[in-house]
């Protein structure tokens, strides 16, 4: 495995960790650099003729006024800019939710949305009745979704992160009748397409896709990536598409960039893409991968900087699939990450906030970010190491609040649940803690 220089890793890791805990795609000179998007959007036919744009906009991940700060306001003004150059450069397709961005997602897109007019654009949300399933809970969480998007009709509407909870999932829509209503909606027009998305064992798929018979899903929303396809332990990509597609069904990406991993893969894997393919990014890889797959009817991504929109109309304006040895050559690159000990966090923030005030996401991007430097953990009697770990611990003091640090966690485990990549959190926040607590202790 290459070696990044302690030199390279001081500064890669004190000026890269915001960026990364934001899940950036590319580099502010990579924003200077596409300036125009030459080319025309690719489109894919939806279930009712729909002309959709393989590139859609998830709003999962919207800025916030305080970059740094998943609570801090919403910035509007931002997100208005963004829509509106998406729509100008083609995108027509948004997905949001009602527990998006602290709640705040679903108002945020109605407000830059409704500026359009209504036939140029798909809007996607989601019954994310988790906390309270209850029929009145439900249903004011349906109704509230056609306010805040500011609309008389839903296009896509998805039961949200179903999985191996068969019980929750009889709890959330079949004992409370919400989806007899959905139904029902459906035929009325208010719902245009009705479907869901996946996160669990490739068993509870078989389970909910079969239901097509029954419900007739208009789509299915799951988790695919380069990654994911042959070389998780928890995803079967190539599973669920191929189930889908021999129902044809079609499929809504979602976490194409693995939570903004495959963008920020670790310095040799890197270098490999870029030399590959030297004007093309990281990120472009794995777009053009999923969109290869004709069954793919839009690719999510969460832009939440004009850098990651330009970078991601360039992937797909047009979109040019990749050839079989090209895919080849990505398997190569995730059998070869597979070795790194990346905490496989999405930062989708599901885990937030934490009863006792611990930034997950924040800890786990940080640590990551370590981990594409190639850096830990480090060896103690390589020259520069005491360097090397001081810079370290002040990174994570700076970007890790005291208080709100890993060494808080009591393993509660209020977060298990809550987590659609099944990271076993608590554990993960004890390994860090204790490494974070091993370079304290050094007194070199």
């Known amino acids: 495995m290459e070696k990044i220089t302690r030199r390279k890793f001081i500064g890669t890791l004190g000026a890269g960790v915001a960026a990364m805990s934001l899940g950036s795609a590319c580099s502010s000179k990579q924003e200077e650099e596409i300036t125009e998007i030459e080319g025309t959007m690719t489109y894919r036919e939806g279930p009712r003729g729909d002309k959709v744009s393989i590139l859609g906009y998830g709003a999962m991940r919207f800025p916030n006024v305080v970059p740094t700060d998943f609570s801090s306001d919403l910035d509007q003004d931002t997100i208005n800019e963004l829509v509106d150059y998406a729509l100008e450069h083609g ?135 380069y990654q994911d396809w042959n070389h998780s332990d928890e995803c079967n990509a190539s599973y669920m598409y191929g189930e889908l597609v021999k ?53 999510l991504s969460g832009m939440t900087y004009m850098a990651h929109l330009k970078d991601n109309l360039k992937s797909f304006s047009p979109l040019v699939p990749l050839t079989e040895e090209e895919k080849n050559f990505l398997f190569d690159i995730a059998y070869k990450k597979k070795n790194y000990d990346f905490v496989p966090c999405t930062t989708c923030q599901y885990c937030m906030p934490c009863p006792y005030g611990i930034n997950i996401p924040g800890i786990f991007s940080h640590y990551n970010s370590a981990v594409i430097a190639d850096c830990v953990p480090l060896n103690n009697q390589e020259p520069g190491y005491a360097k090397a770990r001081r810079q370290f611990l002040k990174s994570y003091l700076k970007e890790i609040e005291y208080d709100r640090a890993a060494d808080h966690c009591i393993g509660c485990g209020t977060c298990l649940s809550k987590c659609p990549q099944k990271i076993k959190i608590p554990e993960r926040l004890r390994k860090i803690s204790d490494y974070v607590e091993k370079l304290r202790r050094e007194n070199w």
């Open 91 to 225: 995108v027509n397709y948004f997905d949001t939710a009602p527990v998006y961005s602290r709640a705040r997602s679903e108002t945020a897109v109605g407000i830059a949305l409704s500026r359009h007019p209504r036939s140029s654009y798909f809007v996607a949300t989601k019954l994310s009745n988790f906390n309270d399933p209850s029929r009145e809970a439900s249903m004011n969480m349906y109704q509230n979704s056609f306010k805040s998007l500011q609309t008389d009709h839903i296009d896509y509407y998805l039961l949200h992160a179903i999985g191996d909870d068969y019980a929750g999932f009889d709890r959330r829509f079949v004992e409370n009748g919400m989806l007899e209503f959905l139904l029902k909606e459906r035929e009325a027009g208010r719902i245009r397409n009705l479907g869901f998305s996946f996160h669990g064992s490739p068993a509870a798929f078989e389970k909910y896709v079969n239901m097509h018979g029954q419900y007739h899903w208009d789509f299915v929303q799951i988790q695919m990536n």
């Open 247 to 299: 129902r044809k069904i079609p499929v809504v990406i979602m976490e194409p960039l693995l939570g903004g991993g495959l963008s920020k893969l670790p310095l040799p894997l890197s270098k490999a893409l870029r030399q590959r393919d030297p004007e093309r990014s990281v990120a472009s890889w794995a777009f053009r991968f999923v969109g290869s797959y004709p069954g793919v009817l839009t690719v």
